[in-house]
């Protein structure tokens, strides 16, 4: 990717989405020629010159220190998630031409003890994702709350291609337009904090050729934290599942998360969960036979 082009689009839609009301600045008089705030706007809110800021919108972050980076962020009004990936952005054109490794590599399994966790695991789904939403490793119940994406074709199991390329996601998920947004919200974040993962490029590249909803929620460049919160799964064998998640990324594994459903003790989905269980001891989840469904 263009990385020029990917720190001026960022700062110019996030600049184009803040309105002065909201920045706390005096409408002055005359039509205003942008939506948002204008480049000048945010340069006195951030405390900089114009030019300089010009330069930043202009795509070069080389140089720039934290201080100025926070202030930009301050200005242009950013939660945490897009605080930070500002400074991903920064850092990797502090990086540029620096001829060294890499600063991580997404290895491309997990330690044998990871899979012991997952397999302890065994009244939630649980499961194990890389930077490019591959299911790296699950438990049974993990395999068995995605035995629909199993059943596509392409291995290893790809939950945003399954999002935007498998018509099985429409009604696997009961929002779909939700799951669709962060799962691309998620992948600029990481696309940020891994710019070196030629794999997560090519993931992006090819869902930007094949699927006109991810292309378009791509352009938006928003990003989020994805911690915790409350899911909801329409399964084809136990039916709607409301299951809250927790996301841990593994420290000793780069580029590896991993995320917990357990149901709210005693709900319908806690039994529903149970349900699945017993479901999925009859079956090799993982080895479904894949159909061609699209």
């Known amino acids: 990717m263009d990385h020029r082009a990917e ?3 960022y700062l110019t839609s996030r600049r184009g989405r803040l309105t002065p009301v909201q920045a706390g600045i005096e409408p002055s008089g005359g039509r205003r020629r942008v939506a948002g705030l204008r480049r000048d706007e ?7 010159s114009i030019d300089y800021y010009t330069r930043l919108e202009r795509g070069n972050l080389s140089g720039v220190s934290d201080s100025v980076l926070d202030a930009i962020a301050r200005a ?3 939660d945490r998630a897009e605080h930070d990936h500002l400074h991903d952005l920064a850092r990797t054109a502090n990086e540029a031409g620096v001829r060294s490794r ?8 997990v330690r044998p003890e990871v899979q012991y966790l997952l397999d302890a695991i065994t009244g939630a789904p649980a499961f194990v994702t890389n930077t490019r939403m591959d299911m790296v490793a699950a438990n049974t119940l993990g395999f068995a709350l995605y035995s629909e994406m199993y059943r596509g074709a392409a291995r290893p199991a790809n939950h945003s ?3 935007f390329l498998d018509s099985r996601a429409h009604a696997f998920y009961p929002d779909w337009e939700r799951a669709a947004n962060v799962n691309v919200e998620i992948l600029r974040r990481d ?3 891994n710019p070196h993962d030629t794999k997560l490029a090519a993931l992006i590249g090819e869902l930007s050729m094949r699927s006109d909803d991810f292309r378009t929620r791509w352009a938006a460049h928003n990003v989020r934290r994805h ?14 599942l409301e299951l809250t998640f927790q996301v841990s990324e593994l420290q000793d594994d780069p580029g590896h998360s991993m995320t917990v459903y357990p149901a709210v003790p005693g709900s319908a989905s806690d039994e529903k969960i ?14 479904l036979p894949a159909s061609t469904a699209n």
Do not use: N
């Open 191 to 193: 696309a940020g904090r």
């Open 76 to 78: 242009l009004q950013l």
């Open 161 to 163: 291609r399954f999002i």
């Open 7 to 9: 720190v001026r689009d």
């Open 274 to 287: 149970r349900m699945l269980a017993t479901w999925a001891a009859t079956e090799d989840i993982a080895r």
């Open 42 to 48: 945010v340069a006195r809110l951030a405390g900089v």
């Open 102 to 109: 890499p600063r991580s590599l997404v290895v491309e399994s």
């Open 227 to 240: 911690y915790t919160g409350l899911k909801q799964f329409q399964h084809p064998v136990v039916g709607l």
